[in-house]
């Protein structure tokens, strides 16, 4: 595997794990809401205030994620000169 395969796979268990940490921290704040504690008010303000932060960085990573596969699959249909959609699709399930 070279470096940019497992720069890849990294990034991608990145965004999954990022997701998972949202997920679990939305599912955190619905099943806190109900306690109105200033402690726990506090700690709630400050994990919402991440979570919008995670989520924006979320979306970054995989609007880059989606830029590489499409100049990936640009970059494959220019080197086997594929012209046609067809063409592309059959490639790739050979």
């Known amino acids: 595997m070279d470096n940019a395969e497992h720069g890849t796979r990294s990034q991608e268990r990145l965004i999954a794990d990022l997701r998972q940490v949202i997920e679990n921290a939305e599912d955190l704040l619905r099943t806190t809401d109900k306690?109105?504690?200033t402690l726990y008010q506090g700690a709630r303000a400050k994990l919402e205030v991440a979570l919008v932060?995670?989520?924006?960085?979320?979306a970054h990573f995989e609007?880059?994620?989606?830029?590489?596969?499409m100049e990936a699959t640009l970059a494959a249909n220019a080197a086997c000169c594929d012209q046609t959609g067809e063409a592309r699709i059959l490639r790739a399930f050979q």
């Not at 932060?53 to 979320?58: F, G, V």
């Not at 609007?63 to 596969?69: I, K, N, Y």
């Open 35 to 37: 306690y109105t504690s």
């Open 53 to 58: 932060a995670a989520t924006a960085e979320l």
């Open 63 to 69: 609007d880059e994620q989606l830029a590489r596969m």
